[in-house]
């Protein structure tokens, strides 16, 4: 099987290695030419992601086409489909869920639980929505946010120009969404097969700390009948996108035990990291698996885990790891950095597991050796 990624990134990285791992051919697209998977492709097109020629030269080297991002022109995508090449998650599913607002439309019209949302043109809708749900609300660009940095918090009506401001003040399309008071953030990990098999796994209880994700315990801590709601969710969502490959569900727990919908990624996530060494089959496998037509894995935990990222620290420049040496010798702990050149604050530069008898355990080996690894700048 021959495989091309667009992108070469950590999570290309990590489907590359299960993609060699099964002896397969891996081409990937990215314009960093010390991108983290370079090293261990077989062909590495350094191209700029909108490099149409690009694109169509990765799909012609290889049997089926994949990305590790959503924020594809996806009309190239289209053609190629057209023209008879495999991509995976299809180019449909990606259109409807590369733009926050279509994939709302898609999930309300199935009638999965989400929050309000309403289009933004103009200051007067955001207040509409204030004057309807209350306050706080929250100011989302239709497309290409990213860890929270297409986001503007509302707290009331005096904020609205500043949010407006922030986010371009309409140069890009804009939603507003009613505020959720959640109790937990969980994200519910889902492959489906090109038979549509679906395959979820166990749920992850994620932390974020100024919108970015910090850490992911797994199983989540949830009432019974909550985990079987949000994975039945989880499974509808499969089939609204009819998605193949890999998806995350994002979403939001309130203490009554309500379930909402936050978003989806079409594509292996960061808050799925802990499958790696936590399940018989890791989410970058059952991605390859899947868009491969191949049968999906057993997605069984084998012990409580917990992930945490690694972002970068202290200040910007050439990426080195401190306290490597102290951090393994946590018992139950694996390391991945990623291999990216350079560090910028709050960067995603690797991430670590600690596997335990009991979760409280991991939580507190990973806390623990978190005090010891950084990756900081020189
Ligand atoms: N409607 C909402 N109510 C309450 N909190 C929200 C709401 N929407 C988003 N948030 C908070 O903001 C965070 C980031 O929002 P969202 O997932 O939409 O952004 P993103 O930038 O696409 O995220 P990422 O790339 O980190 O997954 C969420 O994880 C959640 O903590
Ligand atoms: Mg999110």
Redesign the pocket.
Known sequence: MKIGIIGGGQLGKMMVAEAKKMGFYVAILDPTPNCPAHSMVDNHIVANFDDQEAIRQLAKECQVLTYEFEHIDVEVLLKLEKEGHRIYPTPKSLALIQN?YIQKQCLEKKHIPI?KFLQVQGTQDIEKAGEQWGY?L?L?TCTG???????AVIRNKNDIEQAYEQLGQGQFPLMV??????EK?ISVLACRGTDGEVGIYPIGE?D?QD???VETKVPAQLPPSVEKKAKQLAKEVMEVFEGVGMFCV?M?VTKAGQV?I??V?PRP??SGHYTIEGCITSQFEQHIRSICHLPLGDTTLHSPIVMRNLLGAEKEGKAVVKGMKEALAVPGLTLHIYGKEKVSLQRKMGHFTVQAMTLEEAVKQAREASVYIKVVGE
Do not use: T
């Not at 946010?145 to 986001?151: E, L, P, R, S």
């Not at 969404?177 to 959640?182: Q, R, T």
């Open positions: 926050k929050p706080p929250i989302k946010g990213y860890d929270g940095k297409g986001n969404e009613e505020w959720i008071v959640f953030e994620n974020h919108n970015i994700l994002e939001f909402y936050n978003e990624a996530h960061n």
